[in-house]
């Protein structure tokens, strides 16, 4: 049956990435408003500890993380962390607002590679109203490879869409990166849906959040923050996770034992003893998409909204 995860690897042992074992780390800063300086400055600080102290294959930032204007993708904006992925041999995932046209955008995932390469990747699916304004949607991106895992990207708050990650997860997806921008009570909603989406879909979840410094200034009781790395195993849902302040943190997510989760279903499970101790089971495998064609359909008339709804992220 499935291990335990594996602990760092000690001298005489195989290296991490032998045991598909991938170091990640996620970036929780604190982002002013229109400060492009000071939230790159504040990015790039957390960043090199980040990679100092832990030494990640995997670095996943927030979205939007100079929080004002637009960016080209591959564009000088992204240079600096692009020498530092460089650097410390590693991949970088973040989200900014892409220039598309003169008058238009995308909010779009970044990805350097260890070679210091830039390029877009996903963008943003379901646009917030105050997005729409100069920003148009994206479309479902592609999986990449980040060493041997195969991954997803959904932006901030298409992970409250569960189509979206479930999507990925059937192409194949092994971790699914969350760059969010998500303040007040939605803070709420990240710490539950994140490691949900991890269970139901069997995947890895890093969900890298930024705090808004004047929001959490003005409103000290509401949640901010709250990024985290989640598990798709039972006994061990919550790998890490931070809470308010500006942070760093880190996990190690043992794709050797998901591959064994995966290739268990469920009666191989059972027959290894107690159900209620059941780590984990190949679930996608027994699912019956003939049942499921009314997730596609329009939302009948009577669940409509015809309410505005409001955003903290900046794209002006």
């Not at 895992?149 to 959904?154: E, F, I, L, P, S």
């Not at 009666?267 to 049942?291: C, K, T, V, W, Y």
Request: charged letters at 25%; one cysteine or more.
């Amino acid at each position: 049956m499935l291990r335990p995860r594996q602990a760092e690897s000690k001298p005489g042992t195989p290296a991490l990435h032998q045991l598909r074992i991938l170091k990640a780390c996620a970036i929780q800063p604190r982002l002013r408003r229109r400060d492009r300086e000071h939230n790159l400055a504040r990015v790039l600080e957390l960043t090199e500890r980040a990679l100092r102290e832990f030494r990640p294959h995997l670095v996943v930032l927030p979205n939007y993380i100079f929080q004002t204007g637009r960016d080209t993708v591959p564009g000088p904006a992204l240079n600096p962390l692009a020498r530092l992925a460089v650097a410390h041999d590693c991949h970088m995932v973040g989200g900014v607002a892409r220039i598309t046209s003169p008058e238009r955008g995308e909010n779009s995932a970044f990805f350097i590679t260890p070679q210091g390469e830039v390029s877009s990747w996903q963008s943003k699916l379901h646009l917030l109203s105050s997005e729409q304004r100069r920003l148009d949607p994206g479309l479902p991106g592609e999986l990449r490879p980040i060493l041997f895992a195969q991954t997803g990207c959904v932006l901030c708050n298409d992970i409250f869409y569960p189509e979206v990650a479930r999507g990925l997860a059937l192409e194949g997806a092994e971790v699914i990166l969350v760059p969010s921008a998500v303040a007040g009570l939605g803070v709420k909603a990240l710490e539950i849906i994140c490691p949900a989406r991890a269970l139901e879909n069997q995947v890895f979840i890093i969900n890298a959040n930024m705090i808004p410094e004047e929001a959490s200034r003005e409103h000290p009781a509401l949640p901010f923050g709250a990024s985290g790395i989640y598990s798709p195993f039972s006994d061990e849902m919550i790998l890490a996770r931070a809470g308010g302040e500006e942070t760093v943190i880190t996990a190690l997510l043992d794709l050797e034992s998901r591959d064994e989760m995966m290739a268990t279903s469920e009666s191989m499970a059972a027959e290894h003893g107690d159900r209620a101790q059941i780590r984990g089971f190949n679930m996608l495998s027994g699912r019956r998409p003939q049942l499921y064609g009314t997730i596609t359909r329009e939302v009948c008339p009577r669940q409509q909204c015809v309410n505005d709804p409001t955003s903290t992220e900046l794209i002006e």
